[in-house]
């Protein structure tokens, strides 16, 4: 089931990794939006500090314990009320690691192979002629079955990412669909909410403010500091009383994620009136100042006040735990991480089911240049088949429809829309199209 029913609010899911202090793009892109969001009554909102994610980044534990209560603090003070919704510490959900492992257990190891971070970790040490797995962890390679645990556990319905997440979404779903079919209707397959219009913040260089380009603006900076890095904003060499331009304006466009329409369009003016560039500055410094100021007073009572933050998160964890425990015994007893006591009356599976789980599956994805595609894989995780890119997901399932009814005269139709998987003879792909096309037939015949 991927859809709420219509007495239950949609779960909607979001993950921070704890490895930085929050700057203005952070409350601008994500921090501030997602706060809005989260006052939505038809919507449950889960946040986590994803600090299992932080380890496989960051291997300074005081950065870690750091940044997860400048975090916790930053959201807090942004107005994220821990009473409303579900706002917890990752590493304190036991039943994430156990989820974590059961899901390991059912994805396949080509698949993880095609996960972005670990192919660009092999293409990065391809081009320098190092072996393709050099300083590779098994962190980063297993990531993507952590985040799929993330999601699972607490059974999301929507996820919001960019575009260049929605990969993860597609391996959670993949993951779901593969412990179901082994095990019965468990998990709930989310579904990805792209982020389109994310607000990208210049930094103080003019590039993207990111902590990789060591150009931003701390969000809760004390009002000295603010101002002073906001004087150091790159600007041209154009004098005051000179009409300048606001596009390519580092210094307007922060401007314009924090003004209203009105003061932006003023500060256009004032721009082709000609305004000082130490001006300008003082009224984003002012602008900026406005809207922070009351947050950085709870943000530092927060920061000076571990212990309090300490006690929301495990009252957070405590909450999510209601409905995590439950679900983790409910997938060991699913799994066969039972009481022995209880085999004496467990049903062995019947053959159609053992059939079931051996047999291949269609997956459907997106890529990230928006068209849809999908493969036909064996138990295992084996690529038998890989079609080529669908403007819509509904011509990808009426190809998919065709294979499974006519399976080799539609490969042959499909032509180079539909190719072999790598080291896979047509006879593979036909005869796993067959089993496929019986178990239909199977499943039409008991509907009967």
Same mark, same amino acid.
């Given at each position: 089931?991927?859809?709420?029913? *219509?007495?239950?609010?949609?779960?909607?899911?979001?993950?921070?990794?704890?490895?930085?202090?929050?700057?203005?793009?952070?409350?601008?892109?994500?921090?501030?939006?997602?706060?809005?969001?989260?006052?939505?009554?038809?919507?449950?909102?889960?946040?986590?500090?994803?600090?299992?994610?932080? @380890?496989?980044?960051?291997?300074?534990?005081?950065?870690?314990?750091?940044?997860?209560?400048?975090?916790?603090?930053?959201?807090?003070?942004?107005?994220?009320?821990?009473?409303?919704?579900? !706002?917890?510490? /990752? *590493?304190?959900?036991?039943?994430?690691?156990?989820?974590?492992?059961?899901?390991?257990?059912?994805?396949?190891?080509?698949? @993880?192979?095609?996960?972005?971070?670990?192919?660009?970790?092999?293409?990065?040490?391809?081009?320098?002629?190092?072996?393709?797995?050099?300083?590779?962890?098994?962190?980063?390679?297993?990531?993507?079955?952590?985040?799929?645990?993330?999601?699972?556990?607490?059974?999301?319905?929507?996820?919001?990412?960019?575009?260049?997440?929605?990969?993860?979404?597609?391996?959670?779903?993949?993951?779901?669909?593969?412990?179901?079919?082994?095990?019965?209707?468990?998990?709930? @397959?989310?579904?990805?909410?792209?982020?389109?219009?994310?607000?990208?913040?210049?930094?103080?260089?003019?590039?993207?403010?990111?902590? #990789?380009?060591?150009?931003?603006?701390?969000?809760?900076? #004390?009002?000295?500091?603010?101002?002073?890095?906001?004087?150091?904003?790159?600007?041209?060499?154009?004098?005051?009383?000179?009409?300048?331009?606001?596009?390519? #304006?580092?210094?307007? /466009?922060?401007?314009?994620?924090?003004?209203?329409?009105?003061?932006?369009?003023?500060?256009?003016?004032?721009?082709?009136?000609?305004?000082?560039?130490?001006?300008?500055?003082?009224?984003?410094?002012?602008?900026?100042?406005?809207?922070?100021?009351?947050?950085?007073?709870?943000?530092?009572? @927060?920061?000076?006040?571990?212990?309090?933050?300490?006690?929301?998160?495990?009252?957070?964890?405590?909450?999510?735990?209601?409905?995590?425990?439950?679900?983790?015994?409910?997938?060991?007893?699913?799994?066969?991480?039972?009481?022995?006591?209880?085999?004496?009356?467990?049903?062995?599976?019947?053959? *159609?089911?053992?059939?079931?789980?051996?047999?291949? #599956? !269609?997956?459907?994805?997106?890529?990230?240049?928006?068209?849809?595609?999908?493969?036909?894989?064996?138990?295992?995780?084996?690529?038998?088949?890989?079609?080529?890119? !669908?403007?819509?997901?509904?011509?990808?399932?009426?190809?998919?429809?065709?294979?499974?009814?006519?399976?080799?005269?539609?490969?042959?139709?499909?032509?180079?829309?539909?190719?072999?998987?790598?080291?896979?003879?047509?006879?593979?792909?036909?005869?796993?199209?067959?089993?496929?096309?019986?178990?239909?037939?199977?499943?039409?015949? *008991?509907?009967?």
């Amino acid at each position: 089931m991927t859809t709420p029913t *219509s007495n239950q609010r949609t779960r909607v899911l979001t993950g921070i990794t704890t490895t930085g202090t929050p700057h203005l793009g952070n409350y601008v892109g994500a921090i501030r939006p997602t706060v809005q969001a989260s006052l939505n009554p038809a919507t449950q909102g889960f946040y986590f500090l994803a600090d299992y994610h932080a @380890l496989i980044k960051c291997d300074d534990p005081v950065r870690i314990q750091r940044s997860t209560l400048e975090i916790a603090a930053s959201w807090i003070a942004a107005g994220l009320d821990p009473d409303r919704v579900m !706002f917890y510490r /990752q *590493s304190d959900i036991p039943e994430i690691p156990e989820l974590t492992w059961f899901l390991t257990c059912v994805t396949g190891k080509g698949v @993880l192979n095609r996960a972005h971070a670990y192919k660009a970790s092999v293409d990065k040490n391809n081009l320098a002629g190092n072996d393709p797995d050099a300083d590779v962890s098994a962190g980063l390679f297993m990531y993507p079955v952590l985040m799929g645990a993330d999601i699972l556990m607490f059974k999301a319905h929507k996820v919001p990412v960019g575009r260049d997440q929605i990969q993860h979404i597609e391996m959670a779903r993949d993951m779901a669909s593969s412990f179901n079919h082994l095990y019965g209707e468990h998990l709930v @397959l989310p579904e990805a909410v792209i982020e389109e219009s994310v607000a990208l913040l210049p930094g103080l260089d003019g590039r993207k403010m990111s902590k #990789s380009y060591d150009n931003t603006i701390p969000l809760f900076s #004390s009002s000295a500091q603010l101002k002073k890095l906001i004087s150091g904003i790159v600007t041209d060499s154009r004098a005051p009383c000179e009409p300048k331009d606001t596009e390519g #304006s580092a210094l307007f /466009q922060i401007y314009q994620a924090f003004a209203s329409a009105e003061e932006t369009a003023a500060l256009a003016k004032a721009y082709a009136d000609g305004i000082g560039w130490g001006d300008a500055k003082q009224i984003l410094f002012e602008r900026i100042d406005r809207e922070v100021a009351p947050m950085r007073a709870q943000y530092e009572e @927060l920061i000076n006040n571990p212990a309090k933050v300490d006690a929301i998160l495990l009252k957070g964890a405590a909450k999510a735990r209601e409905l995590a425990t439950p679900l983790i015994q409910e997938l060991r007893h699913a799994v066969g991480l039972r009481a022995l006591a209880s085999t004496a009356n467990a049903k062995a599976p019947s053959t *159609s089911k053992a059939a079931r789980a051996a047999a291949p #599956s !269609f997956k459907q994805y997106r890529e990230k240049d928006g068209h849809f595609y999908f493969k036909l894989v064996d138990s295992q995780g084996r690529v038998l088949l890989q079609s080529l890119g !669908f403007a819509s997901p509904k011509e990808a399932g009426l190809a998919i429809g065709q294979l499974q009814q006519n399976d080799a005269k539609a490969l042959a139709e499909m032509g180079a829309q539909v190719s072999l998987g790598e080291g896979v003879a047509a006879s593979e792909a036909t005869s796993a199209l067959e089993v496929l096309r019986a178990e239909l037939a199977e499943k039409a015949k *008991s509907k009967a």
